[in-house]
């Protein structure tokens, strides 16, 4: 049955798209730093018994400190984001085993979507003219599809194709049912994990009988410019241009300027719009990340200037200072021409 719902926020989307470059926040896990959460925490009372320890498990605060969640949100929203992630990176039971909370998927990921789209109803109401969309976080896992765990068996492998559809596919659901508009794939490492989401998607779309506007969007791993799986970024395009999607593109692992030469290879290949949300530079020696806002947008400039991106925003290191200032900087540019998503 169709989604009426859904059917006008994808038209909003497409509208939107044609009109501006949108702005995506930035990232969840540095904001969260900022409460300085211990274990009691991450238990809050529901918890608190577990016999496992849950400190690092930040899907888990979207059930145990919602407001926080909610809270952080809204300051990429208040900053002039468009989309906003779930937060729900690690929300499959895949990624829960390490929590031994595999039974909480999908309460995990319905309520991060409603947390989402409360606050991004609210802005939207706020000014109709700007609406915000929720786009559910779909990470890799900490397996691979394509790679071996075992230095002394290449011919190993963690998990397999199918186990990872029914965790993507139980995931996309809840995501779907708790209200996001885009499910967005992320980071990507390895594209065999990511055909598995992509896959259980296409399911859910023809199962209920929806478009889902899909975001895709890898890693380049290092200097090399390939993934950690040794895709270079045209393979990776052409190993996911079978999907109708709404955006290809890339985050995490590189700074801004490390990452145009492959936003170049996206936007002069694909018809699709294009993403990206690099870090805030790359980490220091203690692992934290030192550029400025000011310092990120600059070098965001040439990827408007080039006309490469549809769709920018920040990952690791960033905050909603550095979403204030490509906001401003990209509001004066006008979007790279792409095909409309159908």
């Not at 909003?12 to 900022?34: H, P, Y």
């Not at 779907?176 to 508009?181: H, T, V």
């Not at 779309?205 to 993934?227: C, H, L």
């Amino acid at each position: 049955m169709k989604n009426s719902r859904q059917d006008a926020q994808l038209l909003s989307l497409n509208a939107q798209l044609e009109k501006r470059i949108l702005v995506l926040d930035g990232a969840m896990g540095t904001m969260l730093q900022r409460y300085k959460f211990e274990e009691e925490d991450y238990r809050g009372e529901r918890f608190k018994d577990w016999e496992y320890s849950v400190k690092g498990n930040n899907d888990l605060l979207s059930l145990t400190q919602p407001q926080a969640i909610e809270e952080v949100h809204r300051k990429y929203l208040e900053a002039g984001a468009d989309i906003i992630e779930t937060n729900t990176f690690s929300g499959t039971t895949i990624a829960m085993a390490d929590y031994h909370m595999e039974e909480l998927v999908y309460e995990l990921n319905y309520e991060s979507a409603k947390i989402a789209r409360k606050v991004c109803d609210e802005f939207t109401a706020q000014n109709p003219d700007k609406p915000r969309f929720v786009a559910g976080s779909i990470g890799p896992t900490n397996r691979t599809a394509s790679l071996s765990p075992d230095v002394n068996d290449p011919g190993y492998r963690a998990i397999t194709f199918e186990e990872l559809r029914v965790a993507y596919k139980q995931q996309c659901e809840a995501l779907l049912d708790g209200g996001s508009d885009i499910l967005l794939v992320e980071t990507i490492f390895d594209t065999l994990n990511a055909k598995a989401a992509l896959f259980a998607i296409d399911e859910l779309q023809e199962e209920r009988n929806i478009k889902i506007p899909i975001m895709v969007s890898g890693t380049i791993t290092d200097a090399s410019g390939r993934t950690l799986s040794g895709q270079t970024a045209e393979a990776f395009l052409i190993s996911v241009s079978h999907l109708n999607l709404l955006s290809v593109g890339f985050n995490c692992a590189l700074g801004a300027d490390q990452l145009t030469p492959y936003l170049e290879t996206l936007a002069h290949n694909s018809d699709f719009y294009i993403s990206a949300y690099p870090n805030a530079g790359l980490p220091n020696a203690f692992g934290k990340y030192d550029e400025t806002p000011e310092d990120m947008a600059r070098q965001i400039k040439e990827y408007v200037e080039k006309k490469l991106i549809n769709i920018i925003g920040g990952c690791c290191g960033t905050t909603p200072d550095h979403i204030k200032a490509i906001s401003d900087l990209v509001a004066q540019y006008p979007p790279r021409k792409a095909k409309e998503f159908v």
